[in-house]
């Protein structure tokens, strides 16, 4: 490395020293002057995660600027999309397109493919910073200005760990929506979750006919797999494994399959099992569905795109039941635009029933209720919400290998993941721990009790996971699940920064159903999430059996040879049952819920049969003509695994769909 870059990169990087950092004592020191409202373990949770927050943000900043200095790679100035000003769009357009999202993106390069066809792309959000690219740091992207930052409604059955009882729900305000947010996983479900779809009345939806849509988008890039018949090469998403793992990664692989699962390809021939995890990656790097679909269209003629776009409507004629434009602004100033042929709804799965209802489409009796005329009366609007809800904070504590002499840290610690080296090795190096994905660097799919172990159906998903609460001194983990510091305090505080592993067991198909309503008539009043985990009990039955699983994984000679334990620490509140128990797990799964960002099915895509269906199997709204909701929203029932890859899939068949329709 030549010797003036290393000297920037070194005099940039002082700044990041975690020994600065407030200490412990000096903390306790100060809490003990401190309001009573909080524990003083409490406060010295509080006092030391905002003292390393002036931490993250100092490598924000940071990586930001040695990206631009030295990383052209992600830079990418020749090909970032060109917004066009609100002064230079046209007033119509053939298409209409509402949120650069994961499936916004998709549609408005597959639409364009048409030179004769005018498109226009509507995002609330800017382009993707440069530092987005850089997997380990997708945390940061969260809470920040890119991030919408729903909030569930307080609950006293979930979330009860969360700060007034209410869980992050992070959804992008950015081009390419969630998949720059999100942990880059590429999961395409369960054949049986497409063949569901159809057998509820939406024929084409069968596993037989999404798969060539997965296939059409994807790149596959791991080698073993660019010849399987699952697989294709050359699409605009590239799919790789993620470039760095920590060693603790691959003990964890190995204990899972002594209890008796196999290593697959989970986006293969079958599902059930363990793998590496699969990443929307390119050359180690997020590929967003920004960077893999719109760059590479942008310089069309036919496409425009504009940012920091409030739709504040879609235009619906009260007569003709006809979408005919959409109403947006830029700044304090209004703008219509009217669409020819089509207004496409892709804001996603709580902001496009928002958008219907705020149109005048959903639940009359809500809609009036908050002040909107209703055009079409459609029940199922902002009903049927699924999640994939998750236990967090499940630590275990271990001892690296007496012979272990790698090189890099055996788990995840802040101190030794972020540093002079580590920063200098990703920005000139184009190497190392920033290329990881810490938090689920591996994954499992199991079956429960509950399901039939002689089907490939598995019932639960297991990140494993070389981060914990503790690892990471609660600045990414916990701070993103909205944990209050109370609770992080008795469950973290003092084992902070002990090699550790983790792992998050997910319900892949909840049965409990929430709902998305309006609070106003007024767009910038986020609507409320009410997601009602565990209102059926067979959800938690479930999802505790993903906790057992991670404890019987400590009996495994793998993990015994590492004196793999749990956290010592108790749940006060679930003290009084025993540990390790079903009772003690469904304390444990009510305080420390976790979203894993998959919302979905608010218009759900059904047969006019169906009273509670708000699109057809063709996506077009139901009595509403020249409308159609491509996005996570329209899926009947929720995909068994991360819902990505699905959403990417439902808007390459939907465009297709368009096409057909327009010859």
Same mark, same amino acid.
Request: with cysteine; glycine share 6%; aromatic share 10%.
């Given at each position: 490395?030549?010797?003036?870059?290393?000297?920037?990169?070194?005099?940039?990087?002082?700044?990041?020293d975690?020994?600065?950092?407030?200490?412990?004592?000096g903390?306790?020191?100060?809490?003990y002057?401190?309001?009573?409202?909080?524990?003083?373990?409490?406060?010295?949770?509080?006092f030391?995660?905002a003292?390393?927050?002036?931490?993250?943000?100092?490598?924000g900043?940071?990586l930001?600027?040695l990206?631009?200095?030295?990383?052209?790679?992600?830079?990418?100035?020749?090909?970032?999309?060109?917004?066009?000003?609100p002064?230079?769009?046209?007033?119509?357009?053939?298409f209409?397109?509402?949120?650069?999202?994961?499936?916004?993106?998709?549609?408005?390069?597959?639409?364009?493919?048409?030179?004769?066809?005018t498109?226009?792309?509507?995002?609330?959000?800017?382009?993707?910073?440069?530092?987005?690219?850089?997997?380990?740091?997708?945390?940061?992207?969260?809470?920040?200005p890119l991030?919408?930052?729903f909030?569930t409604?307080?609950?006293k059955?979930?979330?009860?760990?969360?700060?007034?009882h209410?869980?992050n729900?992070?959804?992008?305000r950015?081009?390419?929506?969630?998949?720059?947010?999100?942990?880059?996983?590429?999961i395409?479900?369960?054949?049986?979750?497409y063949?569901?779809?159809?057998?509820?009345?939406?024929?084409?939806?069968?596993y037989?006919?999404?798969?060539?849509?997965?296939k059409?988008s994807?790149?596959m890039?791991?080698?073993?797999?660019?010849?399987?018949?699952?697989?294709?090469?050359?699409g605009?998403?590239?799919?790789?494994?993620?470039?760095?793992?920590t060693?603790?990664?691959?003990?964890?692989?190995?204990a899972?399959?002594e209890?008796?699962?196999?290593?697959?390809?989970?986006?293969?021939?079958?599902?059930?099992?363990?793998?590496?995890?699969?990443?929307?990656?390119?050359d180690?790097?997020r590929?967003?569905?920004?960077?893999?679909?719109?760059?590479?269209?942008?310089?069309?003629?036919?496409l425009d795109v504009?940012?920091?776009?409030?739709v504040?409507?879609?235009?619906?004629?009260?007569?003709?039941?006809?979408?005919?434009?959409?109403?947006?602004?830029?700044?304090?100033?209004?703008?219509?635009?009217?669409?020819?042929?089509?207004?496409i709804l892709?804001?996603?799965?709580?902001?496009?029933?928002?958008?219907?209802?705020?149109?005048?489409?959903?639940?009359?009796?809500?809609?009036?209720?908050?002040?909107?005329k209703?055009v079409?009366?459609?029940p199922?609007?902002?009903?049927?919400?699924?999640?994939?809800?998750?236990?967090?904070?499940?630590?275990?504590?271990?001892?690296?290998?007496?012979?272990?002499?790698?090189?890099?840290?055996?788990?995840?610690?802040?101190?030794?993941?972020?540093?002079?080296?580590?920063?200098?090795?990703?920005?000139?190096?184009?190497?190392?721990?920033?290329?990881?994905?810490?938090?689920?660097?591996?994954?499992?799919?199991?079956n429960?009790?509950?399901?039939?172990?002689?089907?490939?159906?598995?019932?639960i998903?297991?990140f494993?996971?070389?981060?914990?609460?503790?690892a990471?001194?609660?600045?990414?983990?916990?701070?993103?699940?909205?944990?209050?510091?109370?609770?992080?305090?008795e469950?973290?505080?003092?084992?902070?920064?002990?090699?550790?592993?983790?792992?998050?067991?997910?319900l892949?198909?909840?049965?409990?159903?929430?709902?998305?309503?309006?609070?106003?008539?007024?767009?910038?009043?986020?609507?409320?999430?009410?997601?009602?985990?565990?209102?059926?009990?067979?959800?938690?039955?479930?999802?505790?059996?993903?906790?057992?699983?991670?404890?019987?994984?400590?009996?495994? @000679? !793998?993990l015994? &040879?590492? %004196?793999?334990? #749990?956290?010592?620490?108790? /749940?006060? =509140?679930?003290?009084?049952?025993?540990f390790?128990?079903?009772?003690?797990?469904k304390?444990?799964?009510?305080?420390?819920?976790?979203?894993?960002?998959?919302?979905?099915?608010?218009?759900?895509?059904?047969?006019?049969?169906?009273?509670?269906?708000?699109?057809d199997?063709?996506?077009?709204?139901?009595?509403?003509?020249?409308?159609?909701?491509?996005?996570?929203?329209?899926? @009947? !029932?929720?995909? &068994?695994? %991360?819902?990505? #890859?699905?959403?990417?899939? /439902?808007? =390459?068949?939907?465009?297709?769909?368009?096409?057909e329709?327009?010859?």
């Amino acid at each position: 490395m030549p010797k003036e870059v290393s000297t920037i990169v070194r005099r940039s990087v002082f700044a990041l020293d975690l020994k600065s950092l407030p200490s412990q004592q000096g903390v306790k020191q100060a809490c003990y002057s401190a309001p009573i409202e909080m524990s003083v373990g409490g406060w010295l949770s509080t006092f030391r995660i905002a003292g390393t927050l002036l931490f993250e943000a100092r490598l924000g900043i940071l990586l930001e600027l040695l990206i631009f200095l030295f990383r052209p790679d992600i830079a990418d100035r020749e090909h970032r999309v060109t917004p066009v000003s609100p002064t230079n769009l046209r007033n119509e357009y053939d298409f209409v397109v509402v949120g650069a999202g994961s499936a916004g993106s998709v549609m408005a390069n597959r639409l364009s493919e048409n030179g004769k066809w005018t498109v226009l792309l509507l995002e609330a959000g800017p382009d993707e910073p440069k530092i987005s690219d850089v997997p380990a740091m997708f945390p940061l992207m969260q809470l920040s200005p890119l991030d919408w930052q729903f909030k569930t409604e307080p609950s006293k059955n979930y979330c009860q760990a969360m700060k007034n009882h209410q869980c992050n729900w992070p959804r992008g305000r950015v081009l390419g929506g969630g998949s720059v947010l999100n942990a880059m996983l590429y999961i395409r479900g369960n054949k049986r979750d497409y063949d569901s779809w159809e057998s509820l009345g939406n024929p084409g939806w069968d596993y037989d006919s999404v798969l060539p849509y997965f296939k059409k988008s994807e790149d596959m890039r791991i080698a073993e797999y660019k010849n399987s018949p699952y697989h294709h090469t050359g699409g605009y998403l590239t799919v790789e494994y993620f470039k760095y793992q920590t060693p603790m990664i691959k003990y964890l692989v190995k204990a899972t399959t002594e209890l008796g699962y196999d290593v697959v390809d989970a986006n293969g021939a079958t599902q059930t099992g363990v793998t590496n995890s699969h990443g929307t990656l390119r050359d180690g790097l997020r590929c967003s569905t920004a960077k893999a679909f719109l760059r590479p269209a942008s310089k069309r003629k036919n496409l425009d795109v504009s940012i920091f776009s409030t739709v504040e409507k879609i235009l619906i004629n009260n007569d003709t039941k006809r979408a005919y434009g959409v109403q947006f602004r830029v700044g304090l100033f209004s703008h219509t635009v009217t669409a020819k042929r089509e207004v496409i709804l892709s804001a996603g799965a709580l902001q496009s029933p928002q958008l219907l209802m705020l149109s005048g489409v959903g639940p009359k009796d809500h809609l009036d209720a908050v002040g909107v005329k209703t055009v079409h009366h459609a029940p199922g609007v902002g009903e049927n919400l699924q999640d994939h809800v998750a236990m967090g904070g499940m630590t275990y504590l271990i001892d690296p290998p007496a012979n272990y002499t790698g090189k890099d840290p055996f788990t995840f610690t802040l101190s030794e993941s972020t540093n002079e080296k580590v920063v200098e090795e990703f920005t000139v190096e184009r190497k190392g721990k920033y290329y990881s994905l810490p938090i689920s660097e591996a994954m499992a799919f199991i079956n429960s009790k509950y399901a039939n172990k002689s089907d490939d159906y598995p019932d639960i998903q297991l990140f494993l996971s070389s981060i914990t609460d503790e690892a990471d001194g609660g600045i990414f983990v916990s701070r993103v699940n909205n944990v209050n510091n109370d609770f992080y305090a008795e469950m973290y505080e003092n084992i902070i920064y002990e090699p550790s592993y983790g792992s998050i067991p997910l319900l892949l198909r909840p049965r409990s159903r929430g709902y998305v309503k309006l609070r106003s008539s007024d767009v910038d009043e986020l609507p409320m999430v009410v997601p009602n985990y565990f209102h059926d009990p067979h959800d938690l039955n479930v999802l505790i059996e993903g906790a057992n699983f991670i404890y019987n994984l400590t009996q495994t @000679p !793998t993990l015994k &040879s590492l %004196n793999a334990r #749990a956290n010592p620490n108790r /749940i006060p =509140e679930c003290s009084s049952f025993k540990f390790p128990s079903d009772d003690y797990w469904k304390c444990h799964a009510r305080f420390y819920t976790s979203t894993i960002y998959h919302p979905c099915g608010t218009c759900k895509m059904g047969p006019a049969t169906d009273k509670m269906a708000v699109v057809d199997h063709r996506l077009k709204v139901h009595g509403i003509k020249g409308l159609r909701v491509v996005d996570a929203s329209i899926m @009947p !029932t929720i995909t &068994s695994g %991360n819902t990505n #890859a699905p959403v990417i899939m /439902i808007a =390459e068949k939907a465009a297709d769909m368009i096409k057909e329709d327009w010859k």
